[in-house]
């Protein structure tokens, strides 16, 4: 996989500074260059065309959320926001940022975050068709979900099933449904693909949660979790699903 260019923006040096030091077990980030503000930004963004930006929200001038607007479409890097308020997470995800960090950086919650980053940038460098195949990433094992100001991590293998809606899903993890920003092929390609199985163009399941399935009309079918939970298997996915499951 090739280095993620990386641009810091943020008014405080002192902040800039623990970004580099939080981003110096990474070898496979390049910090590019350093700004102090959105100006600063978008002069840099024109010369470097970084595949990131870590991000300051309140800044002299244009603040984060206004540079972001600012921005071509297009143009846009992978995105991580670094700032000391909390308030503003629901709306930085809607500004389609990868991820969230409070200051001061904890240097754990931050791994996530590049883990994070690294299976987007991973999905980006995907090889076209007739291009060598890549080695394969490891499965994601866990996932951090946003509940309110907070992000839970969720692990993989307690995920019962998955359903798509929108550029979201739903993570169902017992009584529990975590919504997450991720669209549900994306979050297919970070997946042990032994563990999960897609039975329908909007839900994923974990094989290890299936009691039984129940064929039903027109080629359709039925599956039925643990729990009691009745998933609906569709014609298009039944032979994938058979031979996953191993039935006859």
């Given at each position: 996989?090739?280095?993620i260019?990386?641009?810091l923006?943020d008014d405080?040096?002192?902040?800039?500074?623990?970004?580099?030091?939080a981003?110096?077990?990474?070898p496979d980030v390049?910090?590019v260059?350093e700004?102090?503000?959105?100006?600063?930004?978008?002069?840099?963004?024109a010369?470097?065309?970084?595949?990131?930006m870590?991000?300051d929200?309140?800044?002299?001038?244009l603040?984060?959320f206004?540079?972001?607007h600012e921005?071509k479409p297009?143009a846009?890097p992978?995105?991580v926001f670094a700032t000391?308020?909390?308030?503003?997470?629901?709306?930085a995800f809607?500004?389609?940022?990868?991820?969230?960090?409070?200051?001061?950086?904890?240097?754990?919650?931050f791994?996530?975050?590049?883990?994070?980053v690294?299976?987007?940038w991973?999905a980006r460098?995907?090889?076209?068709p007739g291009?060598p195949?890549?080695?394969?990433?490891?499965?994601?094992?866990?996932?951090?979900v946003?509940?309110g100001?907070?992000?839970?991590v969720?692990a993989t293998?307690?995920?019962?099933?998955?359903?798509a809606?929108?550029?979201?899903?739903?993570?169902?993890?017992?009584?529990q449904a975590?919504l997450?920003?991720?669209t549900?092929?994306?979050?297919l390609?970070t997946l042990?693909?032994?563990?999960?199985?897609?039975?329908?163009r909007?839900?994923?399941v974990n094989v290890?949660?299936?009691?039984?399935?129940?064929?039903l009309?027109q080629?359709?079918?039925?599956v039925?979790l643990?729990?009691?939970?009745?998933?609906?298997?569709?014609?298009?996915?039944?032979?994938h699903?058979?031979?996953?499951?191993?039935?006859?």
């Amino acid at each position: 996989m090739s280095t993620i260019r990386t641009l810091l923006v943020d008014d405080e040096v002192l902040a800039r500074l623990a970004l580099r030091q939080a981003l110096a077990p990474h070898p496979d980030v390049e910090i590019v260059g350093e700004c102090g503000n959105a100006a600063e930004a978008m002069q840099a963004m024109a010369a470097l065309a970084p595949d990131l930006m870590f991000l300051d929200i309140r800044m002299p001038g244009l603040d984060g959320f206004m540079l972001l607007h600012e921005l071509k479409p297009d143009a846009l890097p992978m995105v991580v926001f670094a700032t000391a308020y909390g308030e503003h997470a629901l709306r930085a995800f809607d500004a389609d940022a990868l991820d969230y960090i409070l200051k001061p950086i904890d240097q754990a919650r931050f791994d996530q975050a590049l883990a994070r980053v690294r299976r987007h940038w991973g999905a980006r460098q995907a090889p076209g068709p007739g291009a060598p195949a890549a080695k394969a990433a490891v499965p994601a094992q866990r996932i951090s979900v946003r509940v309110g100001e907070h992000m839970r991590v969720v692990a993989t293998e307690a995920i019962d099933w998955i359903e798509a809606d929108g550029n979201y899903v739903h993570i169902h993890v017992g009584a529990q449904a975590y919504l997450h920003r991720e669209t549900l092929s994306g979050l297919l390609a970070t997946l042990d693909p032994a563990r999960f199985l897609r039975i329908h163009r909007g839900t994923l399941v974990n094989v290890e949660r299936i009691r039984e399935i129940h064929p039903l009309f027109q080629g359709n079918a039925e599956v039925v979790l643990h729990d009691g939970t009745r998933l609906n298997l569709s014609r298009r996915f039944r032979a994938h699903a058979r031979r996953a499951l191993g039935i006859a």
